[in-house]
Antibody, heavy 121, light 107 residues
Framework: QVHLAEFGGGVVQPGRSLRLSCAAT????????MHWVRQAPGKGLEWVAV????????EYADSVKGRFTVSRDNSKNTLYLQMNSLRAEDTAVYYC??????????????WGQGTLVTVSS | DIQMTQSPSSLSASVGDKVTITCRAS??????LNWYQQKVGKAPKLLIY???VLQSGVPSRFSGDGSGTDFTLTISSLQPEDFGTYYC?????????FGHGTKVEIK
């Protein structure tokens, strides 16, 4: 049974850092691309980042490029999001999601439950 | 980046009504268009992928159509459990993007 669970959210001051984790179980993690998606309170979904199955390719939304880094440890079936220089506008629920399907027909078939990051002084 | 524009931003309809939501891409994305349903406090749920393919387990009253820049999600007969917010998403670009969402309320 596929399961994704995010960890690491919390309250952090502007300018500080935070690392989120997403633990994956129930499927061969090493064969799937993984994404981070966020949702600010009362707002819509915003795609944040993707990392390919082997970790060799990554892409970021313009809003986080240069501040956030996505990575994965396939030996631990875990996805990460290192968030630096955090801003108030980074406040959101952060979801990890599994991508399935071959380009250009990829889609997210499983999502985690989300973890809330609040950037506030 | 490819911009996704959804309309309407919200709608209210009665049980049994046919509901259509549209999504327009700022450039051609072939059929690289997915639809998700989200309820408050929950993660999104995949409904349709590749513009028109129904995800396993999703009721057949949901359907998708379109290619290029213009897409639609149709609920043929709205049910009480269909309330929520619906998002389109393009997967054509390496920078994925979502529409701003359509909130569906039951009258």
């Amino acid at each position: 049974q596929v399961h994704l669970a995010e960890f690491g959210g919390g309250v952090v001051q502007p300018g500080r850092s935070l690392r989120l984790s997403c633990a994956a179980t129930g499927f061969p993690f090493i064969t799937y691309g993984m994404h981070w998606v966020r949702q600010a309170p009362g707002k819509g979904l915003e795609w944040v980042a993707v990392i390919w199955y082997d970790g060799n390719n990554k892409e970021y939304a313009d809003s986080v490029k240069g501040r956030f880094t996505v990575s994965r440890d396939n030996s631990k079936n875990t996805l990460y999001l290192q968030m630096n220089s955090l801003r108030a506008e980074d406040t959101a629920v952060y979801y990890c999601a599994r991508e399935i399907g071959r380009w250009p027909l990829g889609h997210f078939d499983y999502w985690g439950q989300g973890t809330l990051v609040t950037v506030s002084s | 980046d490819i911009q996704m524009t959804q309309s309407p931003s919200s709608l209210s309809a009665s049980v049994g009504d046919k509901v259509t939501i549209t999504c327009r891409a700022s450039q051609s994305i072939s059929r690289s268009l997915n639809w998700y349903q989200q309820k408050v406090g929950k993660a999104p749920k995949l409904l349709i992928y590749a513009a028109s393919v129904l995800q396993s387990g999703v009721p057949s009253r949901f359907s998708g159509d379109g290619s290029g820049t213009d897409f639609t999600l149709t609920i043929s007969s709205l049910q009480p459990e269909d309330f929520g917010t619906y998002y389109c998403q393009q997967s054509y670009s390496t920078l994925w993007t979502f529409g701003h969402g359509t909130k569906v309320e039951i009258k």
